[in-house]
């Protein structure tokens, strides 16, 4: 679990960009992965949650999948059994005036990416210029969760997926742990999905993951960060997501003006 890998990788203790930027850097390279927790003030992942629960009881969040992670037309609906809803999902682009603290963690994350980007080799050969817009997901804790799957197996472009979780008391009678499998079975990880927590990985082959079925309202936020060259590749081979938001790619050069200025 991800206190054995605290174990394995002591948090920094520093919390400056640059601390983290090595951490994370040293930690991808080694293990493909990274946890760091309390990555923001209490107060401040608090103001964080308090907005995506706002988002989710404004109805903004798309309708839950359908268990199996496929979408169903209505037609096809109507004469299945009723399938219970999975995840639900809104998207952000990081500039938005009523989400103030989601926006600071979306910049935070932005800055963290391009300090391990200045380091030498610090994203293993990848040059990132752009992420995606930040997924906001809920599962409703009906017991669903999301099938093993890679985000990126036919390089559509991105090439790390971080992830912020929010869930405040989280214990182990309420699942939801993210589990991401290895080579060797025995040594899987599983990663409890805390409030506050930060995680990035590889977004390719080397990290299959799935989220195990949760019995709690289970919140996270996504960030994916593109390597230029496999998405210029991507975009020639016309390889586009079938979720349109994940085609919608962000600069992070106007991020660095702004945290030079
Ligand atoms: C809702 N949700 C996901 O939760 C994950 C995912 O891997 N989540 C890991 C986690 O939340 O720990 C996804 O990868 C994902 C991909 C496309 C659309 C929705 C998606
Ligand atoms: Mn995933």
């Not at 999301?146 to 472009?157: A, S």
């Not at 990663?191 to 930060?198: K, Q």
């Not at 989220?211 to 230029?228: E, K, M, S």
Request: hydrophobic share 35%; glycine share 8%; with cysteine.
């Amino acid at each position: 679990s991800a206190t054995k890998l605290r174990e394995h990788f002591p948090q920094p203790l520093k919390k400056d960009l640059k601390s983290r930027a090595e951490f994370i850097s040293r930690s991808l390279k080694e293990i493909h992965l990274c946890v760091i927790d309390e990555l923001f003030e209490h107060d401040i992942a608090l103001k964080i949650l308090a907005e995506v629960k706002e988002l989710h009881s404004s109805g903004i969040f798309q309708d839950g999948l359908l268990s199996g992670g496929k979408t169903a037309s209505e037609d096809e609906e109507k004469f299945t059994e009723k399938k219970i809803r999975g995840d639900k999902i809104t998207w952000l682009e990081g500039n938005e005036i009523h989400v103030p603290s989601i926006v600071k963690l979306i910049e935070l994350v932005d800055s963290l990416v391009i300090s391990c980007g200045e380091l030498p080799d610090g994203l293993n050969g990848y040059f990132v210029e752009g992420r995606s817009k930040a997924m906001v997901a809920c599962y409703p804790g009906n017991g669903t969760g999301y099938k093993r799957h890679v985000d990126n197996p036919d390089g559509d472009g991105r090439c790390l997926t971080v992830i912020y979780y929010l869930n405040q008391g989280w214990g182990e009678d309420v699942g939801g742990k993210l589990k991401i499998y290895r080579p060797d079975d025995s040594n899987n990880i599983h990663v409890e999905p805390v409030l506050n927590r930060l995680l990035l990985f590889w977004s390719d082959g080397r990290n299959p993951h799935e989220v195990l079925p949760a019995y709690f309202t289970r919140y996270a936020i996504t960030i994916w960060y593109f390597d230029a060259e496999q998405r210029r590749r991507a975009k020639q081979l016309h390889k586009f997501e079938t979720m349109r938001d994940l085609d919608v790619e962000f600069a992070l050069s106007d991020v660095e003006a702004k945290r030079k200025e």
